[in-house]
């Protein structure tokens, strides 16, 4: 499990997010694009379906028993669900529409943009603004800002108070697919959380 320990550079940074998000939304199956080989959603959440198109991915996720056995050292449940899709998630992933309570968006692209349809009404996004798909979750009518994830010194937690004082560019530039695309990378703003959680309203 060399990728693993590769990825979880920071001993259960990623772990921690997913378990500042589990406390603050309802839901338990998730859908996380672009994923490598971070397995720390399963740590955390019952049900999680993984997809990527490296090609490391594949025999990664084949190793079930090692993975299971990372999974429950950290505390997650010997339960677990998990499921890998090998693919590019801009594809047809033939899953089911509006089936999923939580879509993770982390340093993938434009994840919620291609991936908003598998995630129920009342479902979240939970989107790291890096790579502009904050931005355009921001714009999306399908979706209202519902939290914000500050991160200090390695620990999490997400706010829900004065979100108005979020998602103000600054520089006065209408944000737009068209810009974001071309960009490929976030918008400045004069506030700067870790993540962004926002709810599908539509």
Same mark, same amino acid.
């Given at each position: 499990m060399e990728l693993w320990h590769k990825q979880d550079l920071h001993s259960g940074d990623r772990k921690r997010l997913f378990l500042a998000v589990r406390a603050a939304v309802d839901g338990s199956t998730v859908l996380?694009?672009?994923?490598?080989?971070?397995?720390?959603?399963?740590?955390?959440?019952?049900?999680?379906?993984?997809?990527?198109?490296?090609?490391?991915?594949?025999?990664?996720?084949s190793d079930t028993d090692t993975i299971a056995n990372i999974i429950v050292a950290e505390g997650g449940s010997p339960e677990t669900e998990l499921t890998f899709i090998d #693919? *590019?998630?801009?594809?047809?992933?033939?899953?089911?529409?509006?089936?999923?309570?939580?879509? &993770?968006?982390?340093? $993938? @692209?434009?994840?919620?943009?291609?991936?908003?349809?598998?995630?129920?009404?009342?479902?979240?996004?939970?989107?790291?603004?890096?790579? #502009? *798909?904050?931005?355009?979750?921001?714009?999306?009518?399908?979706?209202?800002?519902?939290?914000? &994830?500050?991160?200090? $010194? @390695?620990?999490y937690r997400v706010r829900t108070d004065s979100l108005d004082s979020y998602l103000h560019p600054k520089k006065e530039t209408p944000i737009t697919r068209e810009l974001l695309h071309e960009r490929g990378r976030g918008i400045p703003y004069t506030k700067s959380p870790f993540a962004y959680l926002f709810t599908r309203t539509s």
């Amino acid at each position: 499990m060399e990728l693993w320990h590769k990825q979880d550079l920071h001993s259960g940074d990623r772990k921690r997010l997913f378990l500042a998000v589990r406390a603050a939304v309802d839901g338990s199956t998730v859908l996380y694009p672009g994923s490598y080989v971070d397995i720390s959603a399963s740590m955390v959440f019952p049900s999680v379906t993984y997809v990527d198109i490296d090609k490391r991915t594949p025999g990664f996720f084949s190793d079930t028993d090692t993975i299971a056995n990372i999974i429950v050292a950290e505390g997650g449940s010997p339960e677990t669900e998990l499921t890998f899709i090998d #693919g *590019d998630y801009t594809a047809d992933l033939g899953l089911k529409q509006d089936s999923f309570d939580v879509l &993770v968006s982390l340093y $993938a @692209g434009f994840v919620s943009e291609a991936c908003t349809e598998y995630l129920r009404v009342g479902g979240v996004l939970l989107v790291a603004p890096s790579h #502009g *798909d904050a931005a355009m979750a921001s714009i999306d009518p399908r979706y209202t800002l519902s939290g914000v &994830v500050i991160s200090r $010194a @390695g620990d999490y937690r997400v706010r829900t108070d004065s979100l108005d004082s979020y998602l103000h560019p600054k520089k006065e530039t209408p944000i737009t697919r068209e810009l974001l695309h071309e960009r490929g990378r976030g918008i400045p703003y004069t506030k700067s959380p870790f993540a962004y959680l926002f709810t599908r309203t539509s």
